[in-house]
């Protein structure tokens, strides 16, 4: 199974302030790693397909990079609407697995 | 607008199983599977499975092989999922999530998922 390791697990960030979410994959996954969005009592909401495409609606400021093994997500000046936890999320092999999660707090 | 909707709440006791539903609408139903996912209070996502509603393929987590079955009923648009033998950590909110399979020149996958249902909240307390 592979393990994604995110980091950090939380972050308190002032609006309009860059946010950056690493995730580790403990195996090489080319591309095939998303990013999803949960804010609280609500699920989750695709932002980043394949580490770098952004879903269809996804505010420009969400952005994804990399390859093999690490990727980042990357949010350009920050909105408080941006409260919430991220998750990565492998789709390379069979058992799927997602990242432990980041949780965003504006400061 | 494309849109899956889910059964609300379960309570079971410990032993006994559960069915879960999701209903879909606004696509083709039998152009994409479905992946099921839980999250216990407060915890992060966990794959469950996936369905392929074309044939009714499914690849299970290992860690649920044995206790889970997923199914869909094509003339009413519903995936479901059954757990059963159900234990205190299975309390979870279960969601069900659409999902393409492919093939590419590197193997077979599945697509990342796009839509996903608003979550069903399953309670297994004696």
């Known amino acids: 199974e592979i393990v994604l390791t995110q980091s950090p697990d939380f972050q308190s960030v002032t609006p309009k302030e860059k946010v950056t979410i690493t995730c580790r994959a403990s195996q090489s996954i080319g591309s095939r790693l998303h990013w999803y969005q949960q804010k609280p009592d609500q699920s989750p909401k695709l932002l980043i397909k394949y580490a770098s495409q952004p879903f269809s609606g996804v505010p420009s400021r969400f952005s994804g990079s990399g390859s093999g093994t690490d990727f980042t997500l990357t949010i350009n000046s920050l909105e408080a609407e941006d409260a919430a936890t991220y998750y990565c999320h492998q789709s390379d092999s069979l058992p799927l697995t997602f990242g432990g999660g980041t949780k965003v707090e504006i400061k | 607008q494309v849109q899956l909707v889910q059964s609300r709440v379960e309570v079971k006791k410990p032993g006994a199983s559960v069915k879960v539903s999701c209903e879909a609408s606004?696509?083709?139903?039998?152009?994409?599977?479905f992946s099921w996912v839980r999250q216990a209070p407060g915890q992060g996502l966990e794959w469950m499975g996936w369905i392929k509603t074309y044939d009714g393929n499914t690849n299970y987590a290992p860690k649920l092989q044995g206790r889970v079955t997923m199914t869909t009923d094509t003339s009413t648009r519903t995936a479901y999922l059954e757990l059963r033998s159900l234990r205190s950590d299975d309390t979870a909110v279960y969601y069900c999530?659409?999902?393409?399979?492919?093939?590419?020149?590197?193997?077979?996958?599945?697509?990342?998922?796009?839509?996903w249902g608003q979550g069903t909240v399953v309670i297994v307390s004696s």
């Open positions: 999530a659409r999902a393409r399979d492919y093939y590419d020149t590197s193997g077979y996958y599945l697509d990342a998922s796009d839509i």
């Open positions: 606004g696509y083709p139903f039998t152009t994409y599977g």
